[in-house]
C-alpha cells in the first residue's frame, strides 16, 4: 500500500470509518470524545472526556499512570555525585564570573576621568568627548546604551558590542576608546536608534 494512501487509512481509524467531518453523531471520534453530546460546550461530554483522559479506559485506549522509579543504592549514589559536581561546577562559574566581573570594573575604573569616575559611582554614566567635539553619555546598559549629546539634551542613541561575551564594563570601557580614538569606525559598525 502507497505511504500516500495510508493517511486515509488513518483518518478512517480516527473516524471509526466515518470520512465525514461534521460535528454530528455519525462523526465516531467526535462522539466518542463528548460521550454522545454534541456539543463542544456540554458539561457533560466534557466530563466524560476528562474521565477518560484521567482514569476510565475507553474502548481500545490504555491509560497510563505515573509510577515513580525506585532507585537502588548505587543508581542513588551515582545520581547524588552527580548533583554535588554540578553544584561545585555551577559555584565555580558563579565565583569566576564575579571575579572577571571585579577585574572589569576595575579596569574601567582605572582609564576614567575625575569628573567621569563621579557620574559613574554616583549615576551610573559618564560623558565622552570624541575629537569631533561631539559629546557621548555611556550609560550602564547592555544595549543602546551610547547617547549622543546636544548640550544635556539626548538626540540619538547607538550600541556597538563586543563578538564574544564579556562583563558589561569591558563592553562599556571599549565603547569610550572607539569614540575617544575612532568615532567614524564606531558609527560606521554601531546600531543606531531614535530616543
Not at 98 to 109: I, M, T, W, Y
Not at 170 to 195: I, P, W, Y
Amino acid at each position: 500500500m502507497s505511504r500516500y494512501r495510508t493517511s486515509g487509512y488513518v483518518w478512517a481509524s480516527w473516524s471509526n470509518g466515518t470520512t465525514t467531518t461534521t460535528a454530528s453523531t455519525s462523526n465516531q471520534v467526535w462522539y466518542a470524545w463528548t460521550g454522545g453530546e454534541t456539543s463542544a460546550t456540554s458539561t457533560t461530554g466534557t466530563t466524560v472526556v476528562w474521565q477518560s483522559w484521567v482514569n476510565v479506559p475507553v474502548s481500545g485506549s490504555v491509560t497510563y499512570r505515573y509510577q515513580p522509579v525506585q532507585e537502588t543504592e548505587a543508581q542513588r549514589q551515582a545520581r547524588e555525585l552527580r548533583e554535588e559536581q554540578g553544584r561545585i561546577q555551577m559555584e565555580e562559574r558563579i565565583r569566576f564570573e564575579r571575579e572577571s566581573l571585579q577585574r572589569a570594573n576595575d579596569l574601567l575604573v582605572a582609564h576614567l576621568s575625575v569628573k567621569q569616575l563621579k557620574t559613574w559611582q554616583k549615576e551610573k554614566f559618564f560623558d565622552v568627548m570624541s575629537k569631533s567635539g561631539k559629546r557621548y553619555r555611556i550609560t550602564d546598559s547592555r544595549s543602546m546604551n551610547v547617547l549622543e549629546l546636544e548640550g544635556e539634551k539626548a538626540i540619538r542613541r547607538h550600541c556597538i558590542v563586543s563578538r564574544e561575551s564579556v562583563p558589561l564594563p569591558d563592553q562599556l570601557l571599549m565603547q569610550k576608546f572607539m569614540l575617544e580614538t575612532d568615532e567614524a569606525e564606531f558609527m560606521r559598525v554601531a546600531n543606531h536608534g531614535s530616543v
